[in-house]
């Protein structure tokens, strides 16, 4: 099984999603790992993990992840092509547009690869 990270921004004006998007360089094992996730377990298999978060500590999470989108496998032409404009996204919407987001909800949801 593996993981990934799914984030859904929420509007303050309209209680709706304004911003989704699954950050493949944001390491889901270390948010499993935080408090504030809470596991759940509708499907019987898959355990997703959970969390809303306000702005000030989803811009946290962001700075805390933002070298890993640049460095390693994330730093190749390739993955930058992907990755740049998420960050860009992220930073618009955590700093520029902050005052559009109620909350973020994260979700660290559990997939099968189908390698085994």
Excluded at 18 to 38: G, Y
Excluded at 51 to 78: C, I, P, Q, W
Aim: glycine content about 8%.
């Amino acid at each position: 099984m593996a993981f990934s990270v799914k984030i859904s921004g929420i509007s303050k004006e309209t209680g709706g999603v304004v911003l989704h998007m699954e950050p493949p360089w944001w390491k889901a094992d270390q948010l499993t790992k935080d408090e504030r996730f809470v596991v759940s377990n509708e499907t019987g298999s898959y355990f997703d993990y959970d969390t809303n978060v306000s702005v000030k500590e989803m811009r946290e999470l962001h700075e805390g992840f933002r070298l890993a989108a640049v460095t390693g496998v994330y730093g190749s032409d390739g993955w930058q092509e992907i990755i740049t404009p998420m960050l860009q996204k992220l930073d618009e919407a955590l700093y520029s547009q902050q005052d559009e987001y109620s909350y973020f909800h994260i979700t660290v949801f559990e997939w099968e690869t189908g390698l085994g």
